[in-house]
């Protein structure tokens, strides 16, 4: 079939597009294509929030063929955390069949250049922009989103992560010329004189597992990272989210083939209910580079047994925040109750532990003991979420059972500082609501100890009484180290405390933010600018996004000729 989408077009489209994000990486500025209101949508053919519903409620009940080689059976069963059941239908493959297809495509994938790859990774972009409001119902109903945290995660921020790998990919890619000249003098007798070709060759086919709580944010990066490095890419979408991911291969692989490419280049891989078939996959000699966001049970896993693959993880760690004092009282409690309760804590960001010295602490309202600033923190998420109209939005539903018995089971560890409630969904009353719980605990009780240094994933945190500043920033020390974290957070006028803080977070490499009192929240990052996780520490070996997250994603291969 002859290419409807020519380089030409591709490059004077969206290489200025490029040229933004390769600036904005340099200087870490604010800056996105992709707006984040929905009052920016129904426009230039995009899909307003209308249109989008229709589209999605006209996936529910189908069958999404893909087109792609092998398909052996169909397969579903996804059901919304809002309690609607989906009914989407998917291909499922035979990968003897299946990842031989995807390998056919790559020899010209290759061929095309750092740039044109980049060009076709960002009309793909541009074309799931355009559809942002049947993607958000998509996430919303697979990961129990809020329809507003839903269509932002999951569509211009996701979007960004994915255009920012794209980016950093091209940048590594083009860091050698293609071609070089090469003479060596030789004295008296005629000089040695070389041609050289370098080629960035692809590693194999990049195997994306997705997750359930965030399927197009943390799967775009790998995605998007692999193909634009020349790798097919396999998507294995978490069994509960399998449709923003299908809609995802599906635009991917109609944007390949009308620019002259092989579709199978990105391909889908579904499983049937308890099949689980990411180990057998992720242990294919086909497979050379795997990107997971899941359990730390699982990631260590991989990086132990999938030793023919470049593999890439983003796990699980227990994130703190050191309340040492503040000049902002109201402020710290309202950024620190967003924080907590933005998704019922359903992120990998969210803060689990509040280390607070028992002695109190000093605010521009006078000193504040431990049990005053845990019952303030208290009264500040109860006042965010009193009103239930307000709470849904801000909470979402919970995602699984495991987050609902986990958040049950924490008010049995210790003090319960604000007990969590139910909230009726009037849109969806077979959701799931819960407001969070905090626990008081004691850092200085070995029996405390074994809750706060392990994850509570879910909408449950810990005000952990310690000695003082220095007995928080040792406790952090510890737990980065043996646990990892994604995001510590501190709040302190204290000079030496904050560069002890800092100091910390930069030996065990963690991300840190200081002093938020606004709109900025420890648990949200901002593509092109904010590292998403480090890997310096146990909870991720990548992050999202730098060099080393899409360097070793190919390799460069020379090819000398005499001149």
Request: proline content about 6%.
């Amino acid at each position: 079939m002859a290419a409807e989408l020519t380089a030409h077009q591709l490059i004077a489209q969206h290489r200025p597009t490029l040229d933004l994000a390769l600036e904005t990486i340099r200087t870490r500025a604010y800056w996105s294509p992709h707006p984040e209101h929905p009052k920016a949508y129904g426009e230039n053919g995009s899909l307003d929030m209308a249109a989008g519903k229709a589209a999605f409620d006209a996936l529910l009940g189908t069958r999404l063929d893909l087109g792609q080689p092998g398909t052996d059976d169909w397969v579903g069963g996804e059901v919304s955390p809002y309690g609607v059941e989906l009914g989407v239908e998917y291909p499922h493959a035979d990968l003897d069949v299946l990842l031989p297809a995807m390998k056919a495509g790559q020899k010209a994938w290759r061929d095309a250049g750092a740039e044109l790859r980049a060009m076709v990774c960002l009309e793909i972009l541009r074309r799931i922009a355009d559809r942002t409001m049947e993607f958000a119902q998509a996430v919303m109903h697979t990961s129990g989103q809020a329809f507003m945290m839903a269509f932002q995660a999951g569509g211009p921020h996701a979007q960004d992560r994915g255009m920012e790998a794209v980016a950093y990919a091209y940048v590594e890619q083009v860091r050698t010329p293609d071609t070089a000249e090469w003479t060596k003098p030789q004295g008296k007798r005629d000089p040695l004189a070389m041609t050289k070709q370098f080629t960035p060759v692809p590693r194999g086919i990049g195997l994306v597992i997705g997750c359930n709580t965030f399927p197009t944010w943390n799967g775009y990066p790998g995605l998007f990272a692999s193909l634009a490095t020349g790798n097919a890419v396999l998507v294995k979408p978490h069994p509960r989210a399998v449709l923003p991911l299908a809609l995802t291969v599906r635009v991917a692989r109609d944007v390949l083939a009308e620019a002259g490419f092989d579709p199978n280049l990105v391909a889908l891989a579904a499983e049937r209910p308890g099949e689980g078939i990411a180990k057998a996959l992720a242990t294919r000699p086909e497979i050379r580079i795997i990107d997971y966001t899941g359990s730390t049970s699982f990631g260590d896993w991989l990086e132990a047994n999938a030793r023919q693959a470049q593999v890439f993880t983003e796990k699980a760690g227990v994130n703190t925040v050191i309340v040492d004092s503040t000049d902002d009282y109201k402020g710290m409690l309202a950024n620190l109750a967003f924080s907590l309760s933005l998704y019922s804590g359903q992120m990998c960001t969210t803060p689990q532990n509040l280390l607070i010295p028992r002695d109190g602490i000093r605010t521009d309202q006078g000193p504040k003991t431990y049990d005053e600033v845990t019952a303030d923190l208290a009264r500040a998420v109860d006042g965010l979420l009193g009103d239930d109209a307000r709470a849904n939005a801000l909470l979402g539903a919970i995602v699984n059972p495991d987050v609902k018995a986990r958040l049950e089971a924490a008010a049995g560890l210790g003090e319960v500082a604000l007990a969590s409630r139910e909230v009726a969904n009037p849109d969806f009353p077979d959701a799931v609501v819960r407001t969070p719980v905090i626990v008081k605990l004691d850092g200085a009780k070995p029996d405390d100890e074994a809750a706060y240094t392990s994850e509570c994933f879910g909408p449950v945190s810990f005000a952990v009484a310690v000695d003082s500043a220095q007995h928080a920033v040792e406790l952090l020390r510890h737990s980065v180290r043996e646990k990892g974290a994604m995001t510590v957070g501190a709040y302190t006028t204290d000079a030496e405390v904050e560069q002890s803080v800092q100091e910390a977070c930069l030996e065990e490499a963690a991300q840190l933010s200081l002093n938020l009192t606004g709109g900025v929240y420890v648990n949200q990052t901002a593509a092109f600018s904010d590292f998403h996780g480090s890997g310096g520490n146990p909870a991720a070996n990548a992050a999202l996004c730098d060099g080393a997250f899409v360097a070793n994603r190919f390799r460069v291969v020379e090819v000398r000729r005499q001149a």
